[in-house]
């Protein structure tokens, strides 16, 4: 998606390391024009894949979800970080690495939010390991539904994350793919 | 908003002590529907306010304010919480109590997402007793904008927050307003 795209070439900040902030439209200050553009392309690559639900993880996924969601007309669910291992039995839950704080931590979602004759598109801005949607793909599991495809705002090429899920059979869209990233700041999108 | 009134009635969980919950369509498993039309029904209230950002925090607050602002055309920035005090010169910080947790938490706003020009619509899910949009105010106080307006899918009329509010001469609007509630589910509407 060539705006999205551009977008980030003119506001991302690419620090060392692979670290790309794209906090000043994407994921703190939302530009909601691009949010509505970004939800109308994604529902415009799945409006044929029978999608009933949306699955993402709290927080930076639930702006593109719900917009998402909007645009395709099926509910957006939020699974939610849980403080402790101790949850009823009414919730799936599956654990999840951030690499961002070193840590493990505790997802969850209602049992009632999904339904095994669901057909899942999972939703997050980013994807660059895949620990998180590893984590929602697991949680859609253990529900009995089905993964129609994982659609990321930005993807991190040069991390394992999207190929893995691709190597599985997992349909995986990205709507700006980035193939390199240098420390001096330059960028290179896969075409 | 009868709508929002009516499916409260039908789908909320009323718990003992003035627990509403309302995952099943509002802040977990979202009826992307009922959003659209809840943002656009904000932004019919807004529309000559002149609002030119929208302020939520993590994690509820952002599927609302992502689409009112969609509806109204405007940025919509998310809150976010903070794990230390240990923060840099380059963001607004304050202090927020959860009574849920009954802990207080820090949540901080990237300064160049706020500037003293802007008017400022605040949204949430819930109001109850405001501590969230406290602490909302207080950022955007910081950053020397004006505060437009608070405006929530749900206030809980019978805690304290938005009457606090509106004695402080803020513009305070609510979609749905709960007058009371009864430990045996029953709900009572302002009109």
Known sequence: MRQLEERIIADGKMLPGGVLKVGSFLNHCIDTKLLGDMAAEIASLYKDAGVTKILTIEASGIAIAAAAGMALGVPAVFAKKHRTTNVEGSVY????????????????????????????????DFLANGSALRGLIDLVTQSGAEVAGVAVCVEKCFQPGGDEFRAKGIR?????????MTDDGQITFRS
């Open 93 to 124: 839950m599956t654990i999840i690495h951030s690499f961002t704080h070193n840590e493990d931590y505790h997802v969850i979602v209602q049992r009632d939010c999904l339904d095994a004759s669901d057909k899942i598109l999972i939703i997050d």
């Open 172 to 180: 995986v869209d990205a709507l700006a793919s980035i193939e390199s």
